[in-house]
C-alpha cells in the first residue's frame, strides 16, 4: 500500500513537472510571438511613418508674444540679432544662406554664456571661435552666441525651435542658474511620478508608441474644449523678482514649488537635447559650474515647522559661535554642529560651518557644508545638485555628449570647491575660466570627431587668444568691472538690475 502510494504521488510530481513546461513553454512562445509582432509594426512604423515632433508644447509656461530672436537685415543675405531682444542679448549676425563648407554651432545658455560680467569679446565662445580656426584654419567655423541675460530653460525651448531653422549643425546648451528668478505658478498641474515619466521618455523612443501617444493627445486636446489648465503666461522680457521692489523679501522656503521647478527643468533640457537629434542636429549639454567657497547663500530660512522654543536655540547658539575668537573654530564647529543638528534646513547655518572646516585644512567636510548652504538656499541663483542630476540624466538617457564643467572647475580647485579663483561671483566665470571652458569644448568635439587638429595646433591657438585679448582695451574691463559690482549688488537684492 505505501508503494502503491509512493507510486501516486510519484505519477503526480510528473504531471505537475509536465504541465509546468507545458506552461513555461507556451508563455515563452506567446512572449516570442507578441515580441515579433511588436518589433514588425516598430519596423512598419520607422517605414511608412515620419517620427512625430517633439512636443513643443510647455505645460508650465506659455508667452504673451514671442518675437524671433534672428532677423533677416536689410539686404536679405544675414540674421542678425533682433532689436527687440537686444536688452537680453548680445548682436550676433551670420548668413542667411550657409555655405556648403560652413559648420555652425549656436551655444544657449543665459549671462554666463553671453560672457557676463564682460561681453561675448571674452566668453567662452569667442575663444572657441578663436580655437577652431586654430585647429582647422582650411574650415570655416560659425560660432553664434545666443546668452540672455536671466533666460531660463523654459525661454530657450523656443529658440531651439527657431534655431532649427537656420541651418545648425551642433547646438551647445549652458542652462541651470536662472530656474527661480521669474515668478510662475505650478499649483495647477500634477506632476506624473519620476518612474513613471522616465518609463514613458523610454518609450517615446519607439516610433510606434510615439506614433499612438500622439494620437491619444491630439484626441483628449480636440475633446477638451479648451478644459484644460492654462500655464503661466510670460511676458516677452524677462521680469525676475529681484528686479521688483523688495524683490529679495518676496523670496520664502516653498519645498512644492522647488520640486515643480526641477522637474520643469528637467523637462526643457530633455526636450532641446530630443528636438535637436530628432532633427538630426548635434547636441552638447553643458553641466554648470557655481561659486560654493566664496558665495554666502542669498538668503536663508529655519526650516518649516521648527518651534519657537527649538529656534531660540538655534539663534543662542549661532550667536554664541559667532561672538567666539575667529581663532576659536574647533569652539565654533561645536556651536554650530548643535544648532544644525536642530534645523538643518538653515543654509547661513551650513556655510558657516563650511567655512570653519575650510580654515582647519578639512576640505572635504567643508564641501559637504558649502553644498548643503548651496541647496539650502532660499534664493537659489546657483543651480541646485538635483538640476545637475537632470543634465546627468539626460545626457546619459539620449547618449548626448556631455561637458561637466562643475567637474572641471573643481579638478582645478583646492579640495574640489570651486571659489573666487574661477568665478567672478555666484556663477560666472572669470576671463581665464572662460577660456578653459573653450578648451574643454576643444577637447569633446575631437572626441566627437568635429574636428581634427593639425598638428601644432594649440601653438596657434594661445597665439590667436593673446591677439585677440591684446585688442580689449581698458574701458572694456572697466565696464566688466562696474558691471561685476551692479551684479553683486542686486544678487542681494540692495538694488535693481
Known amino acids: 500500500m505505501a508503494a502503491a502510494k509512493g507510486e501516486a504521488e510519484e ?63 536689410e539686404t536679405g543675405s544675414h540674421y542678425e540679432t533682433n532689436g527687440e531682444r537686444l536688452a537680453a542679448f548680445r548682436p550676433q549676425s551670420f548668413a542667411a544662406r550657409k555655405r556648403e563648407s560652413t559648420f555652425r554651432i549656436f551655444c544657449l545658455g543665459g549671462s554666463t554664456v553671453q560672457g557676463r560680467p564682460y561681453s561675448v569679446e571674452t566668453s567662452f565662445t569667442t575663444w572657441l571661435a578663436l580655437g577652431l580656426r586654430a585647429a582647422e584654419p582650411e574650415r570655416n567655423f560659425e560660432v553664434i552666441n545666443c546668452g540672455g541675460i536671466s533666460y531660463a530653460s523654459y525661454r530657450l525651448v523656443p529658440i531651439v525651435a527657431e534655431l532649427l531653422e537656420r541651418e545648425p549643425d551642433l547646438f551647445i546648451i549652458y542652462t541651470g542658474h536662472n530656474e527661480f528668478l521669474e515668478e510662475r505658478t505650478y499649483g495647477h498641474l500634477k506632476a506624473m511620478p519620476r518612474w513613471l515619466s522616465s518609463i514613458q521618455r523610454q518609450l517615446l523612443e519607439l516610433r510606434s508608441y510615439a506614433l ?121 564647529i561645536e556651536l554650530l554642529e548643535q544648532a544644525v543638528a536642530l534645523d538643518g534646513r538653515h543654509a547661513g547655518l551650513a556655510y558657516q560651518l563650511g567655512g570653519c572646516y575650510a580654515r582647519l585644512g ?27 542630476e537632470a543634465i546627468l540624466s539626460v545626457a546619459d538617457e539620449h547618449d548626448v555628449p556631455l561637458v561637466d564643467l562643475r567637474a572641471l572647475f573643481e579638478a582645478h580647485s583646492d579640495g574640489g570647491i570651486p571659489g573666487d579663483e574661477w568665478l567672478l561671483d555666484h556663477v560666472h566665470p572669470t576671463i581665464a575660466g572662460h577660456r578653459l571652458i573653450a578648451d574643454e569644448l576643444l577637447r569633446k568635439l575631437v572626441d566627437m570627431k568635429i574636428i581634427a587638429p593639425r598638428p601644432g595646433w594649440t601653438s596657434a591657438r594661445d597665439a590667436l587668444w593673446k591677439e585677440h585679448f591684446s585688442t580689449l582695451d581698458d574701458a572694456y574691463h572697466a565696464r566688466g568691472a562696474a558691471r561685476l559690482e551692479r551684479l553683486r549688488e542686486w544678487s542681494r537684492g540692495t538694488i535693481p538690475r
Open 11 to 73: 505519477q503526480s510530481a510528473s504531471t505537475k513537472s509536465r504541465r509546468l513546461r507545458r506552461f513555461v513553454f507556451r508563455s515563452a512562445a506567446g512572449l516570442f510571438a507578441a515580441l515579433c509582432l511588436l518589433g514588425l509594426v516598430e519596423v512598419a512604423a520607422r517605414i511608412f511613418f515620419e517620427p512625430p515632433a517633439v512636443a513643443q508644447g510647455d505645460p508650465y509656461v506659455s508667452f504673451a508674444e514671442l518675437a524671433p530672436l534672428f532677423v533677416l537685415d
Open 362 to 388: 578639512r576640505l572635504a567636510e567643508a564641501k559637504k557644508w558649502f553644498e548643503r548652504a548651496r541647496d539650502e538656499d532660499v534664493c537659489p541663483l546657483r543651480i541646485i545638485e538635483p538640476m545637475h
Open 212 to 332: 499612438v501617444h500622439e494620437l491619444v493627445a491630439n484626441r483628449r486636446g480636440a475633446e477638451s474644449d479648451g478644459e484644460a489648465p492654462s500655464p503661466t503666461v510670460m511676458a516677452d522680457a524677462v521680469e525676475t523678482r529681484l528686479d521688483a521692489p523688495q524683490g529679495l523679501a518676496s523670496y520664502h522656503r516653498d519645498d512644492a514649488g522647488r520640486e515643480a521647478t526641477i522637474e520643469h527643468f528637467f523637462r526643457n533640457v530633455e526636450t532641446m537635447a530630443r528636438t535637436a537629434r530628432r532633427a538630426g542636429v548635434g547636441v552638447i549639454l553643458i553641466n554648470p559650474v557655481s561659486n560654493l567657497g566664496h558665495c554666502a547663500p542669498f538668503k536663508s530660512e529655519a526650516a518649516p515647522g521648527l518651534g519657537a522654543h527649538v529656534a531660540e536655540r538655534v539663534d543662542e547658539l549661532r550667536h554664541r559661535a559667532r561672538a567666539l575668537d575667529r581663532a576659536d573654530t574647533f569652539g565654533k
